[in-house]
C-alpha cells in the first residue's frame, strides 16, 4: 500500500481550509492508498495557522508546519519536501481552485512511467488580464527549457518521491520544478486538469508575478547549465570579446607602422576605436578572471551529487 502525502503551502487561506480538508478526505479515502496532508502556513496574517492546528488535532494525518513569518511559495514547498514520507507527493493550493479529485488521476499517470506530472489548467476561470499573460508567460518558458508542458504555474503538480527529494527550492523557484527536475535527469508530462473559481479571499499575484518569473527564469537556465563550470559561460564572453578588443589593437598598431615608416597609414591619436579596443580587451580579461573564481569558489564549495539509480 502506497503512501500519498498532499503539500499544501497557505497563505490567508483561513475561510477555505476546512473544506479543503474535507474534499481531500472524500477523494481519497476510498481509495487504497493511505495519505496525510502537510499545511505550510507561510507566515499568515489571520488565523490560518490556528486552523490547521485544529485540523490536525482532529486527524493524525494532518501536519501543521508554520512559518514565522512570510518566505514565499517555494519555501514552503522545501519545507514539505523536506518532511514528507510518501511515494507519491501531490503539491497543490489551498484556495479551492484546485480539484483533490484529480490526485489519484496525476499518481495514474505516474504509474505508467513518468517521474513528474504538472496540472494543465486548460480552461481557466481567472481574468483575461491574469490569462493573456500567463500564456506568453508560458509559451516563453516552455520554448527556452525545452520542456513541452502549457502551465509552469499550476500549483497542482504529482511527484515520485526520488524528484522532492533531489530538488531543492529557494526564491520563487516553485515555478520552474519541471526545468529543474529535467535538470536533474527526470522525466515529466502534463495532464488536463480542472480549475474552479476562487471561492474565498483574493489572488495573492499580481502583474509584477511576470516580469520577476523571466529574471528568475534566466537565474534556472544558468544555473543548470553553468553552476558546475562557470568557466564555460565567462570565460567564453570574456575569450570573445578579448579577441575583438585585441584585433582592433592589432589593426590599429599596423596602421600607426604604415603611417611612422610609409606615410601610408593612420595615427592612433583622437581615434574613438582606439578606447573601445582597450575597453573590449580590459572587460574580456575581467569576464575571464570571474570564470576562474567562479571555478574556485565551486571546487571549494560543491561536489557534483548525482541521482543515483539502484536496483532494489
Known amino acids: 500500500m502506497s503512501l500519498i502525502s498532499l503539500i499544501i503551502p497557505v497563505f490567508n487561506e483561513e475561510e477555505s481550509l476546512p473544506e479543503l480538508f474535507t474534499r481531500v478526505k472524500e477523494a481519497l479515502e476510498p481509495s487504497a492508498h493511505e495519505f496525510e496532508i502537510l499545511f505550510i502556513d507561510d507566515g499568515s496574517h489571520d488565523d490560518s495557522f490556528q486552523c490547521m492546528q485544529e485540523l490536525s488535532k482532529l486527524d493524525s494525518r494532518v501536519k501543521a508546519v508554520g512559518f514565522q513569518r512570510n518566505y514565499?511559495?517555494?519555501?514552503?514547498?522545501?519545507?514539505?519536501?523536506?518532511?514528507?514520507?510518501?511515494?507519491?507527493?501531490?503539491?497543490?493550493?489551498?484556495?479551492?481552485?484546485?480539484?483533490?479529485?484529480?490526485?489519484?488521476?496525476?499518481?495514474?499517470?505516474?504509474?505508467?512511467?513518468?517521474d513528474m506530472v504538472s496540472g494543465w489548467k486548460k480552461v481557466r476561470h481567472d481574468p483575461i488580464s491574469k490569462r493573456w499573460p500567463s500564456k506568453l508567460y508560458n509559451l516563453t518558458v516552455s520554448k527556452l527549457s525545452g520542456i513541452a508542458i502549457h502551465d509552469f504555474n499550476c500549483g497542482l503538480k504529482a511527484y515520485k518521491r526520488k524528484v522532492v527529494k533531489n530538488v531543492e527550492l529557494y526564491g520563487e523557484m516553485h515555478r520552474y520544478i519541471?526545468?529543474?527536475?529535467?535538470?536533474?535527469?527526470?522525466?515529466?508530462?502534463?495532464?488536463?486538469?480542472?480549475?474552479?473559481?476562487?471561492?474565498?479571499?483574493?489572488?495573492?499575484?499580481?502583474?509584477?508575478r511576470l516580469f520577476t518569473g523571466y529574471l528568475d527564469l534566466f537565474t534556472v537556465l544558468f544555473l543548470g547549465k553553468y553552476m558546475r563550470k562557470p568557466m564555460h559561460f565567462f570565460g567564453l564572453a570574456g575569450m570573445v570579446l578579448l579577441l575583438i578588443g585585441a584585433g582592433i589593437l592589432t589593426f590599429l598598431s599596423v596602421e600607426w607602422m604604415r603611417q611612422y615608416f610609409f606615410g601610408t597609414g593612420q595615427w592612433i591619436s583622437n581615434r574613438p576605436i582606439f578606447y573601445i579596443g582597450i575597453l573590449l580587451s580590459i572587460i574580456g580579461g575581467q569576464f575571464i578572471s570571474m570564470g576562474l573564481l567562479g571555478e574556485l569558489i565551486t571546487s571549494s564549495l560543491h561536489k557534483e551529487n548525482p541521482v543515483i539509480r539502484e536496483n532494489n
Open 178 to 208: 519541471p526545468v529543474l527536475a529535467k535538470q536533474k535527469g527526470f522525466s515529466c508530462t502534463e495532464k488536463v486538469v480542472q480549475h474552479h473559481a476562487r471561492k474565498y479571499g483574493q489572488s495573492k499575484y499580481g502583474i509584477k
Open 72 to 114: 514565499g511559495k517555494a519555501t514552503a514547498l522545501n519545507a514539505g519536501f523536506q518532511r514528507c514520507k510518501g511515494d507519491y507527493v501531490i503539491t497543490m493550493d489551498a484556495d479551492l481552485q484546485d480539484d483533490p479529485l484529480e490526485v489519484l488521476d496525476l499518481i495514474a499517470v505516474l504509474d505508467t512511467g513518468w
